[in-house]
T-cell receptor, first 117, second 112 residues
Framework: GAGVSQSPSNKVTEKGKDVELRCDPI?????LYWYRQSLGQGLEFLIY????????KSGLPSDRFSAERTGGSVSTLTIQRTQQEDSAVYLC???????????????FGEGSRLTVL | SQQGEEDPQALSIQEGENATMNCSYK?????LQWYRQNSGRGLVHLIL?????REKHSGRLRVTLDTSKKSSSLLITASRAADTASYFC????????????FGQGTRLTINP
């Protein structure tokens, strides 16, 4: 596709349920990022993929959060046993690079808004 | 923790005026980027400035970088109502994995 695609755009779930958020990056982009944005706040880094591997998982808030990327393309962020504090917009971004030492321009999707009741 | 901190948190000016937003960061960087976010939307890249650059222009945007002070500024000249958005700086630290760390953002309102 022309841009980064995320689904669902909105998800309302009950506390304790599992959710899966999907990100389809721009074709050919090797780097993929997940961020979380709470209402009116900045972006909180969650995880970064280079190809299918995740060199940096340091931002995942707890072991309830996991992510995978297959075929160097689509990525799925899974949140198990959701809690109310997980409510936020989850943003995915992709990039042509990262080069060895630097990160280039990120292209963002429109985000998945998660509401945990 | 956030690497970049924007200042001010909110800015409201009249259309036609210039808007200046500042960003401070803590560690040595490879580059610094500015992004814009319209309400309820994803972020859009505006400009990237490398650590060996001091100033960069793109249309009505002017970005400066002072690595000795670990700070950057974004100037939007001749503001328009359509410039109303949140603006974020993001830094790519030298140490650690390649990722962008974002600040809390400046909420800019342009009054017609």
């Amino acid at each position: 596709g022309a841009g980064v695609s995320q689904s669902p755009s909105n998800k309302v779930t009950e506390k304790g349920k599992d959710v899966e958020l999907r990100c389809d990056p721009i074709s050919g982009h090797t780097a993929l990022y997940w961020y979380r944005q709470s209402l009116g706040q900045g972006l909180e880094f969650l995880i970064y993929f280079q190809g299918n591997s995740a060199p940096d998982k340091s931002g995942l808030p707890s072991d309830r959060f996991s992510a995978e990327r297959t075929g160097g393309s689509v990525s799925t962020l899974t949140i198990q046993r959701t809690q109310q504090e997980d409510s936020a917009v989850y943003l995915c971004a992709s990039s042509r690079t990262s080069g060895v030492l630097n990160t280039g321009e990120l292209f963002f999707g429109e985000g998945s808004r998660l509401t945990v009741l | 923790s956030q690497q970049g901190e924007e200042d001010p948190q909110a800015l409201s000016i009249q259309e036609g005026e210039n808007a200046t937003m500042n960003c401070s960061y803590k560690t040595s960087i490879n580059n610094l980027q500015w992004y814009r976010q319209n309400s309820g939307r994803g972020l859009v890249h505006l400009i990237l400035i490398r650590s060996n650059e001091r100033e960069k222009h793109s249309g009505r945007l002017r970005v400066t970088l002072d690595t000795s002070k670990k700070s950057s500024s974004l100037l939007i000249t001749a503001s328009r109502a359509a410039d109303t958005a949140s603006y974020f700086c993001a830094t790519d630290a030298v140490q650690g994995a390649q990722k962008l760390v974002f600040g809390q953002g400046t909420r800019l309102t342009i009054n017609p």
